[in-house]
């Protein structure tokens, strides 16, 4: 593949065992972020922007071999081979060991969906019909689970406290031999809080239910691992994680293999085939193998002889994107914000770079048409999370301003916008 970052922007040859952040190689190798320039991207929840790579290749996709898999002649056999090589780096992404429990399809929802109509056909007659959600989750991981009520489904709920976290304690009670299933956010969209889920899966399993993860709004910012998490089934969305537009479910060989599903008898009866929904978009599935292969050139630049490039990549992004959250909590706090979630500076390992906040001297709409235009994109609004802006006791017409920062957004960029917020209080 194409080197990933632009020779201009080369580290050092003999670089030391860990190198600083590269964040000018990294801005260098996603022309949206320079050509956008003087706009500062801070929408970043809403949509990542990519790197060259990923152009690339899902233009040399639809130019050299834009044909059906299966075939027995060699370009079909090349789309074949892509398809493969994809599952492969996503397993390597999430830290899973079997490509074939990562499936490919439209994106996170419709897989979201798409579990649960299949479970939802397991209810009948089963003791286990409780189904846990939480108020920090986009309303995509809510909606679909609320749907199986009519079919026997209980729901309850896992609620959030005043720190814009969920707790483990609270979890614990609503957990009995009748719960089938938790879904839970790894990180709210809205807010950037990070759920423990490690230990939502240990006392899920204690009493015999499965946890399903919604991870896309995490998987940009921080080591993605189903093993250490333990959990049954995860779903991400690419184009959140500097790919196209499209998403991919991972879930447990046997927990995918007891699902029914609408395939035709003469489909295998094992993932991924029985998950994957018709034929799914090829060349973005080309292009999300070329976003992680972006993270893992990253990764191998940053630590030299890293055993795993990418997570080496993720853990470099969280460290540094860790510096961008202080940076951003600083200059929010100047200026009487109210941030919800960790604001903690010694518990910025429990927060993404997203930050949900309200001015008391500005509402969320007009402030974000002020920023943008003095330069900065923002979003203002419910953020597909309703549940949680009444919770917060905001208005939902209202909702809030996020800020959403990934990394390649720079220390330089929180200044120039910290510049502004203060000259905004002022009047």
């Known amino acids: 593949m194409p080197d990933a970052f632009p020779a201009a922007a080369a580290l050092p040859a003999t670089p030391p065992q860990a190198q600083a952040f590269p964040i000018d190689a990294v801005r260098a190798a996603f022309p949206a972020v320079t050509r956008a320039e003087p706009l500062v991207l801070f929408d970043n929840a809403a949509g990542a922007q990519v790197p060259k790579p990923v152009f690339e290749a899902v233009n040399a996709h639809l130019l050299e071999r834009n044909v059906q898999r299966g075939g027995r002649y060699a370009m079909s056999q090349e789309v074949d081979a892509m398809v493969a090589a994809a599952r492969v780096r996503v397993a390597a992404f999430l830290n899973a060991t079997d490509p074939d429990e990562v499936c490919f399809g439209m994106n996170a929802t419709s897989f979201i969906r798409l579990i649960s109509l299949a479970l939802g056909q397991t209810l009948a007659g089963s003791p286990r019909r409780r189904i846990v959600l939480t108020e920090i989750d986009h309303e995509a991981n809510i909606a679909a689970w609320l749907a199986l009520e009519a079919q026997g489904a209980e729901i309850v709920w896992w609620r959030l406290r005043e720190d814009g976290r969920l707790h483990l304690e609270d979890l614990a009670p609503l957990l009995d031999a009748r719960t089938r299933l938790v879904a839970c956010a790894a990180a709210s969209n ?20 499965e946890l399903f993860v919604d991870a896309v709004h995490y998987a940009p910012h921080a080591v993605v691992d189903v093993q250490a998490w333990d959990c049954d089934y995860l779903v991400c969305s690419g184009y959140k994680i500097f790919g196209p537009h499209m998403g991919f479910l991972w879930g447990r060989r046997a927990a995918l293999e007891a699902l029914p599903t609408f395939r035709e008898d ?59 959250s202080m940076r951003m909590l600083d200059a929010l706090t100047s200026v009487e914000a109210r941030v919800f979630g960790v604001t903690d500076p010694g518990e910025l390992d429990a927060r993404l770079p997203t930050f949900g906040f309200t001015l008391p001297w500005a509402e969320p709409a007009r402030f974000v048409e002020a920023m943008a235009t003095a330069g900065f994109a923002l979003r203002d609004g419910h953020m597909y999370a309703p549940r949680l802006i009444a919770r917060l006791g905001l208005a939902f017409e209202a909702g809030l301003i996020r800020a959403s920062l990934c990394h390649y957004n720079s220390p330089d960029e929180i200044d120039r916008f910290a510049e502004v917020l203060r000259r905004m209080h002022r009047g």
């Open 266 to 324: 003469f489909i295998p009866d094992t993932p991924p085939f029985k998950v994957e929904a018709g034929t799914f978009i090829y060349e973005n599935v080309a292009g999300m193998a070329a976003a992680l292969d972006y993270l893992a050139d990253l990764g191998t630049r940053i630590s030299p002889g890293a055993a795993d490039p990418l997570r080496a990549a993720m853990e470099a992004i969280a460290a540094y994107e860790r510096g961008l």
């Open 190 to 209: 809205a807010l950037g809080s990070v759920t423990d889920l490690a230990g939502v899966a240990r006392l899920a399993h204690a009493v015999g239910a």
